[in-house]
T-cell receptor, first 113, second 112 residues
């Protein structure tokens, strides 16, 4: 069974530029999550989708971050414009349903200069 | 906000020893999950324990849950160098929307 795919693996941008991350979850998984993980901390949930609907985006900085999950499968997370404090690893995860164990992708390491 | 708080923040042991790490949380839970994260990689789900369970085993892993104390512990027996990683607990609250919240993690180093 293929795991959660993410791209790119690494991205370096200047502040005020925009960036987009892509995630392909495990086939059939209804729930998709985007996390931000700052070095030395635990993952912080940014947004959770159930199929193609948003279940929780309470910690998503909506003035600069946006996410969508088209047709309930792939998802993209965008930052526009980026700030220095957005430097982190962005993790995508999926699970068969809410509240059960998640499968994580390798993450995208973002550096904002 | 991070509900789970792991203790200790860092742990260094010799290969073959047992490693115990703890997680405390604040609100009632539906279940609690443990994850491992090797350096520079994504997280791997280890084990899930439900609120009505007190102990669960998976290979060299043993997880206990004490809902009266709102705490859980993860025991890794006969540790190996490959167990070197950060370990996170994640809680799923009871009732309503089941949002997973991760703790701050315990960094385990197993010395060969």
């Amino acid at each position: 069974e293929a795991g959660v795919a993410q791209s790119p693996r690494y991205k370096i941008i200047e502040k005020r530029q925009s960036v987009a991350f892509w995630c392909n979850p495990i086939s059939g998984h209804a729930t998709l999550y985007w996390y931000q993980q700052i070095l030395g901390q635990g993952p912080k949930l940014l947004i959770q989708f159930q199929n193609n609907g948003v279940v929780d985006d309470s910690q998503l900085p909506k003035d600069r971050f946006s996410a969508e999950r088209l047709k309930g499968v792939d998802s993209t997370l965008k930052i526009q414009p980026a700030k220095l404090e957005d430097s982190a690893v962005y993790l995508c995860a999926s699970s068969p349903d809410r509240g059960v164990g998640q499968f994580f992708g390798p993450g995208t390491r973002l550096t904002v200069l | 906000s991070q509900q789970g708080e792991e203790d200790p923040q860092a742990l260094s042991i010799q290969e073959g020893e047992n490693a115990t790490m703890n997680c405390s949380y604040k609100t009632s839970i539906n279940n609690l999950q443990w994850y491992r994260q090797n350096s520079g990689r994504g997280l791997v789900h280890l084990i899930l324990i439900r609120s009505n369970e007190r102990e669960k085993h998976s290979g060299r892993l043993r997880v206990t849950l004490d809902t009266s104390k709102k705490s859980s512990s993860l025991l890794i027996t006969a540790s190996r160098a490959a167990d070197t990683a950060s370990y996170f607990c994640a809680t799923v609250p009871s009732g309503g929307y089941q949002k997973v919240t991760f703790g701050t993690g315990t960094k385990l180093q197993v010395i060969p």
